[in-house]
């Protein structure tokens, strides 16, 4: 018996590690090597290759494929067909696989619906990723950032409200959280 939810059309191999409260939903497969912490939720195809790691509290909503190098830490949001790579430059007649650069998905991060995280790349804390937008370099925490390529056009509250600072000062107005901006940084004061 276990302790998490898997749908009767998914599949979790042997070897794959699965937390406690995690629900599997409709279509997936959880590929031997694969961890995945407590509390999570698999939308329906979503596919979680060998060696990814999942933090706690996890979203991931339908249609993403979590490849190899992959890294989501806890709290988590992965939108509907958002896209990770972990290859800069495939092609199918040239093996690749000694070649997959890490992404790191940091802490509460959220990503939008239809985007594109390109391989090798670190989003800070709590960045916001919009729907569609194509990320090709590192994101600072905190940053809103949209558009093809993605770039910063603001800053978030880790609650998920946009920030609107006063000098170098930001108060969220859902949270009342403070936060200070200092060269191209922001954090919690």
């Known amino acids: 018996m276990t302790d998490y939810f898997v749908h009767e059309s998914s599949y979790v191999d042997d070897g794959a590690r699965v937390g406690r409260g995690t629900k599997i939903w409709h279509f997936c497969h959880v590929m031997p090597g694969a961890e995945i912490g407590e509390r999570c939720s698999l939308g329906q195809n979503v596919v979680i290759m060998p060696g990814t790691r999942i933090g706690n509290n996890v979203k991931i909503q339908n249609n993403v494929s979590i490849y190899q190098g992959v ?52 989003l800070g804390e709590y960045a916001f990723i919009g729907a569609g937008a194509v990320v090709t370099s590192d994101v600072p925490a905190y940053a809103l950032m949209v558009g093809v390529p993605a770039r910063r056009v603001g800053w978030m509250c880790q609650c998920g409200e946009r920030l609107h600072l006063a000098g170098a000062q930001a108060r969220c107005e859902r949270c009342d959280s403070t936060y200070q901006e200092r060269e191209g940084v922001l954090r919690p004061s």
């Open 71 to 122: 890294v989501l830490e806890d709290d988590v949001f992965c939108g509907p067909s958002c896209v990770f790579t972990n290859v800069l430059n495939p092609r199918s007649h040239v093996s690749r696989k000694d070649e997959y650069r890490q992404t790191l998905v940091k802490r509460g991060s959220s990503i939008g619906a239809n985007a594109t995280i390109v391989c090798g790349v670190t």
